[in-house]
């Protein structure tokens, strides 16, 4: 199994196997890619772009993906997924940063939602195609990720990473993703499962395991939250929580693990806080056999840091 920190700065932590900086998250804002880093690069979800282009955003019949439309579970503005600028202009930064970098790990790769994207030029590309709406979707998706998978690995020569959301059954109706397309497209999956707790982590054990069996031999990473940009510590998992989620995750088959926190800083301080957690990870030792035992060992190696 290996271990990586997820953040917004791009500074190295000590005691993981790799870290992930966050390049353009869905803000849209863009910083240089790090050579001994790898980069996490958001697409559709763009909210620079749509500011600049708010002709740009996905459409439907019950609205528009702006992050305040509550019909549908959007954080952040999303940019129709077959917006011919938006995808080229995205291949050529995609592979300028893989070459500058370890590689390539995506979020936001597909259509906003379900009912989306019902724009003049969708319902063309839709009607010309001759296939049903989700089949339609299912093949604009799946032909993107092949140009950009293309970029990265055969011509760049990098890890590529695609990041899905956590829904392992309707990810193809909402979304237009089909994991069986996808597989031979990426070298490994990233899930993330953010959440400001893990008071059950019996419900994140379940969706890994239901993961596991759609990726089949393709490795499955899983993102966890610590703490973001503005958030408030009293508001977020506890050291408790993440421990105990992780070792359940690493029993139930999941191959990477990854931590998000907004600065280094504060990915020590979860670091430490996991050390002075000795009699839950004592407790732990009898959860995970020897999958669990590899997020405690991490736990462990962590010791000698401070």
Not at 70 to 99: G, K, M, S
Not at 189 to 194: A, C, D, H, T, Y
């Amino acid at each position: 199994m290996k271990f990586g920190t997820y953040m917004f700065e791009a500074k190295k932590v000590p005691g993981f196997d790799y870290d992930l900086f966050r390049v353009k998250p869905e803000v849209g804002r863009r910083m240089p890619p790090k050579a001994d880093m790898h980069s996490n690069i958001a697409i559709f979800g763009d909210n620079v772009t749509a500011r600049v282009h708010p002709d740009w955003i996905s459409q439907s019949d019950l609205g528009p993906a702006w992050r305040t439309n509550d019909n549908f579970n959007v954080r952040w503005e999303v940019l129709c997924a077959t917006q011919p600028e938006h995808r080229a202009e995205q291949l050529d930064y995609i592979e300028d940063v893989a070459r500058k970098s370890q590689g390539i790990w995506l979020n936001s790769i597909h259509f906003a939602e379900h009912g989306h994207c019902t724009c003049p030029r969708c319902k063309d590309l839709w009607k010309k195609s001759g296939l049903s709406w989700y089949e339609w979707r299912r093949k604009e998706v799946t032909e993107y990720m092949a140009q950009v998978s293309d970029r990265v690995r055969n011509r760049a020569k990098k890890k590529f990473v695609i990041g899905v959301l956590p829904d392992p059954v309707t990810n193809y109706e909402r979304f237009g993703v089909n994991f069986d397309d996808l597989a031979p497209l990426t070298d490994e999956f990233l899930v993330v499962m953010f959440n400001k707790n893990y008071a059950t982590p019996w419900y994140n054990e379940m969706l890994t395991r239901n993961f596991k069996k759609l990726f089949k031999d393709v490795p499955l990473n899983i993102a966890l939250y610590v703490i973001g940009p503005g958030d408030d510590p009293k508001e977020t998992p506890t050291p408790l929580e993440l421990l105990t989620v992780s070792v359940r995750m690493a029993r139930a088959g999941v191959d990477g693990l990854l931590y998000l926190t907004d600065k280094a800083a504060q990915m020590q301080e979860f670091q430490k806080a996991a050390i002075a957690q000795k009699d839950v990870r004592e407790r732990l030792v009898s959860y995970g056999g020897k999958q669990g035992q590899e997020v405690l060992d991490l736990v462990t190696s962590w010791e000698k840091l401070f």
